[in-house]
């Protein structure tokens, strides 16, 4: 890729990167370069929105499950095993009887043998190689059962959230299979009926067909009971190592929704996830940690200038230093994975280099004292 070949954008001020003007991949309002800057809360949240947006469209575009990309090689496998043992079964039958032999030997030519070695050794790799896939099938099973467990559980504790609350004495669940009115004494009712009957609740009448299952709730109280992006974040966190592979699958499933039901103590969890997946060669976790890091920005500005968060934020001035250096930043925004305006870059890299300078200067005065 040449990388100094201007494709009908301009350069980022101060590094290498290039926007394609001509035919953004994301909203126009997210990639193509603005002359003027909005203030409106709206205007940036749509903004924000679209980021996730797009980019989670660009990777269900990518995304197979794992048992998915191991059927297709087990079967190569296993064609390639059948095939070299017909193989070598054909080439020990095609050899010349030679009765006068001692012990019933034959003789074949070195060029031969060969070619049967090169088979065999072929056989012995596609056998390991089905064992391998074997053994991967296994242990994401494994983990998919783990997975299961684990969402049982928290089903479980839901339940017992809503029982707690549901079945106290001011309050009360009725599931029945009968022609007789069902009373509820104030909150919800649950009624299955097999006729027409008539489900009081409050001193209300209202009819319930046949066969139908009828939730009425007087009081709605559903969002206390839901448990937030930030609270699965926390939960998670605590039940797993800080860069598990169920946490990171929790992260790389965020979306704009999500990411504002976050709080600081949440988003102090995901920052190092995302600095670590900004090392990597994945362009599409790239782009989506550099979203992720911009709406902390936008949402948390305070976070950059805390002490406590300094060496952090600096890592990832360093980090992005390396993907300009190294061109990534152009291929993001060739490959239209690049979902920046130049102002929102610009500032961005402005807040990190001051944090970046900052740990500089406080651990120089940390060498002198």
Same mark, same amino acid.
């Given at each position: 890729?040449?990388?100094?070949?201007?494709?009908?954008?301009?350069?980022?001020?101060?590094?290498?990167? $290039? +926007?394609?003007?001509?035919?953004?991949?994301?909203?126009?309002?997210?990639?193509?370069?603005?002359?003027?800057?909005?203030?409106?809360?709206?205007?940036?949240?749509?903004?924000?929105?679209?980021?996730?947006?797009?980019?989670?469209?660009?990777?269900?575009?990518?995304?197979?499950?794992?048992?998915?990309?191991? /059927?297709?090689?087990?079967?190569?496998?296993?064609?390639? @095993?059948?095939?070299?043992?017909?193989?070598?079964?054909?080439?020990?039958?095609?050899?010349?009887?030679?009765?006068?032999?001692?012990?019933?030997?034959?003789? @074949?030519?070195?060029?031969?043998?060969?070619?049967?070695?090169?088979?065999?050794?072929?056989?012995?790799?596609?056998?390991?190689?089905?064992?391998?896939?074997?053994?991967?099938?296994?242990?994401?099973?494994?983990?998919?059962?783990?997975?299961?467990?684990?969402?049982?559980?928290?089903? =479980?504790?839901?339940?017992?959230?809503?029982?707690?609350?549901? /079945?106290?004495?001011?309050?009360?669940?009725?599931?029945?299979?009968?022609?007789?009115?069902?009373?509820?004494?104030?909150?919800?009712?649950?009624?299955?009926?097999?006729?027409?009957?008539?489900?009081?609740?409050?001193?209300?009448? $209202?009819?319930?067909?046949?066969? =139908?299952?009828?939730?009425?709730?007087?009081? /709605?109280?559903?969002?206390?009971?839901?448990?937030?992006?930030?609270?699965?974040?926390?939960?998670?966190?605590?039940?797993?190592?800080?860069?598990?592979?169920?946490?990171?699958?929790?992260?790389? =499933?965020?979306?704009?929704?999500?990411?504002?039901?976050?709080?600081? $103590?949440?988003?102090?969890?995901?920052?190092?996830?995302?600095?670590?997946?900004?090392?990597?060669?994945?362009?599409?976790?790239?782009?989506?940690?550099?979203?992720?890091?911009?709406?902390?920005?936008? $949402?948390?500005?305070?976070?950059?200038?805390?002490?406590?968060?300094?060496?952090?934020?600096?890592?990832?001035?360093?980090?992005?230093?390396?993907?300009?250096?190294?061109?990534?930043?152009?291929?993001?925004?060739?490959?239209?994975? +690049?979902?920046?305006? +130049?102002?929102?870059?610009?500032?961005?890299?402005?807040?990190? =280099?001051?944090?970046?300078? /900052?740990?500089?200067?406080?651990?120089?005065?940390?060498?002198i004292l």
């Amino acid at each position: 890729m040449n990388h100094n070949q201007n494709k009908g954008g301009s350069s980022i001020p101060g590094n290498s990167a $290039k +926007f394609n003007s001509a035919a953004p991949p994301f909203p126009s309002s997210s990639l193509k370069p603005n002359t003027t800057t909005s203030t409106s809360s709206t205007s940036s949240s749509s903004s924000s929105f679209n980021r996730f947006q797009s980019l989670h469209n660009h990777m269900q575009h990518q995304h197979v499950p794992p048992h998915h990309h191991q /059927q297709q090689p087990q079967q190569q496998s296993l064609h390639s @095993i059948s095939s070299n043992i017909e193989r070598v079964s054909n080439s020990l039958s095609s050899l010349p009887q030679q009765p006068n032999q001692p012990n019933g030997t034959l003789e @074949i030519s070195f060029q031969h043998f060969s070619e049967l070695l090169i088979l065999l050794q072929n056989t012995q790799l596609q056998i390991k190689k089905l064992v391998q896939y074997q053994e991967q099938t296994y242990q994401w099973n494994m983990k998919h059962h783990e997975n299961m467990k684990k969402v049982i559980k928290s089903f =479980n504790n839901l339940n017992a959230i809503m029982k707690q609350k549901y /079945q106290s004495p001011d309050s009360s669940i009725d599931i029945s299979n009968n022609n007789n009115n069902n009373n509820a004494s104030s909150t919800s009712v649950i009624s299955t009926t097999t006729n027409k009957s008539e489900n009081t609740i409050a001193g209300d009448k $209202k009819p319930s067909k046949g066969n =139908n299952i009828v939730y009425y709730e007087k009081n /709605q109280q559903s969002k206390d009971l839901d448990i937030t992006y930030h609270q699965r974040i926390m939960d998670c966190y605590r039940d797993n190592d800080p860069y598990s592979q169920d946490l990171q699958a929790l992260v790389e =499933n965020i979306d704009y929704n999500l990411f504002m039901e976050l709080k600081e $103590k949440s988003i102090k969890i995901i920052l190092p996830i995302i600095l670590l997946w900004m090392k990597e060669t994945n362009n599409t976790k790239i782009s989506l940690s550099l979203i992720i890091l911009y709406m902390t920005f936008e $949402k948390y500005p305070a976070m950059f200038e805390k002490k406590k968060y300094r060496e952090l934020i600096s890592q990832f001035g360093t980090s992005l230093q390396h993907l300009e250096e190294s061109h990534i930043i152009d291929d993001l925004s060739n490959m239209d994975l +690049f979902p920046f305006t +130049f102002t929102e870059y610009n500032s961005l890299k402005s807040a990190l =280099n001051q944090s970046h300078h /900052q740990q500089q200067d406080q651990q120089q005065q940390q060498s002198i004292l």
